[in-house]
Structures are given as structure tokens and as C-alpha cells.
């Protein structure tokens, strides 16, 4: 297997499962969606699949997950400035 293989399937497998993850814990409700664990984690899984896509050039997935990670980075950056309550 080539090293762009190998990084592809990395990739591929932790932004998958990193997002599945966060999927199933805000499911059970042991995780919201609009805690900065999610959204960081979220971005960095949306980062992982989108680099991901790169390397096989799937621009279909490659627009879907970047504004994935965009949005999620937005929303983490808006709810680490909003002041406490």
C-alpha cells in the first residue's frame, strides 16, 4: 500500500469515526451539539474526511465536508467568545 493510501484510509477512518461517535453520544444525549467538544471534534472529523477526499479527488465529498468544517468552526468560534452566563 502506498503512503497516500495509508494516509487516505487514516484519514478517512478517523474523521468517519469521529463524527459517528459524536453522532451517537448527542443521540444518547451524553454529548449536545452546541458544546465545544462537539464542534471541535466535528470540524476536526469533517477536516480528516474532507482530507480524505482529497487524495482520491472526490470533489463532490470534498465541498460537503469542507463546509462541514467551516461551519462547524464557525459555530466552535462563536461559542468560545460568547461571555459566560
Known amino acids: 500500500m502506498?503512503?497516500?493510501?495509508?494516509?487516505n484510509v487514516v484519514f478517512g477512518v478517523l474523521g468517519s469515526v469521529a463524527m459517528?461517535?459524536?453522532?451517537?453520544?448527542n443521540t444518547l444525549h451524553y454529548l449536545e451539539e452546541d458544546c465545544s467538544t462537539y464542534?471541535?471534534?466535528n470540524a476536526l472529523g469533517a477536516l480528516f474526511a474532507c482530507l480524505a477526499a482529497v487524495f482520491v479527488k472526490y470533489w463532490p465529498f470534498i465541498a460537503l465536508e469542507a463546509s462541514w468544517t467551516l461551519f462547524s468552526l464557525i459555530r466552535f468560534g462563536i461559542k468560545i467568545m460568547k461571555p459566560r452566563k
Open 39 to 41: 464542534l471541535l471534534v
Open 2 to 7: 502506498s503512503t497516500e493510501n495509508l494516509l
Open 20 to 25: 459517528l461517535v459524536l453522532f451517537v453520544l
